[in-house]
């Protein structure tokens, strides 16, 4: 019982170091200008030993991102069924943060995390590839909203609208924290906090009430009951 656990720990800190490693080259000398013969030659396996994790550079680039995706769909399918969508979306991500910063940080430091994601935004090639990473991720909360609503994505366009909405607070936040001075996990996480609680105040019919405070947090856009 002990040998099948020690295996599955080898193989996880295999690939955590083919993915810190792979960012580390990534970050100091460009993405195109890495090949993954230098990738395994720094960590000392072979290619076939890298293939086996990971199907392209491309996927290694991404890795740490789409484990924190990841997280934040588990925490927005074990949401409480009363919240309404941008409550449920809101307190997901909020919760993932709260927990994802042990895992990155058992693979990579967070300001290579930070790196990485500046890398990613920086070259063509992988701006096009989160571009298109972004939409799918889009679809599949949409999704995720609808079925707790009981409605039908395609018939009903308040779940991607909704979707639309928080996603672009998400880049903006991130973009955002990226080029701030506190580059640690909380700072994006109080940050992602503060302007989403910002949503239901930017989508208000009118801003010239002089109200310029959170939402309370309610089930529509600005706080709406």
Request: hydrophobic share 40%; net charge negative; proline share 5%.
């Amino acid at each position: 019982m002990t040998l099948p656990g020690l295996r599955e720990r080898k193989k996880q800190r295999t690939r955590d170091a083919l993915t810190r490693v792979a960012l580390e080259l990534f970050t100091a000398h460009g993405y195109e200008g890495t090949t993954v013969d230098e990738i395994v030659d720094a960590v000392e396996v072979s290619q076939r030993t890298f293939f086996r994790y990971f199907s392209s550079k491309e996927e290694v680039a991404f890795a740490v991102q789409h484990m924190v995706e990841e997280r934040f769909v588990e925490a927005l399918g074990q949401r409480p069924p009363a919240e309404g969508p941008f409550d449920a979306m809101r307190n997901a991500v909020l919760c993932a943060w709260d927990t994802i910063g042990d895992a990155i940080t058992e693979v990579v430091p967070v300001e290579l995390y930070l790196r990485s994601f500046q890398m990613i935004e920086s070259t063509p090639a992988l701006l096009a590839v989160h571009l298109r990473r972004s939409t799918e991720m889009e679809e599949t909360i949409a999704r995720i909203i609808a079925d707790r609503e009981g409605l039908d994505v395609d018939e009903d366009p308040r779940p991607r609208i909704a979707v639309a909405a928080f996603s672009g607070v998400m880049r903006v936040t991130a973009q955002l924290w990226g080029r701030g001075t506190d580059q640690s996990l909380e700072a994006i996480r109080d940050l992602t906090e503060e302007y989403l609680d910002h949503l239901g105040p930017a989508l208000a019919p009118s801003w010239r009430d002089g109200d310029r405070g959170r939402g309370s947090g309610g089930e529509g856009p600005g706080g709406a009951p």
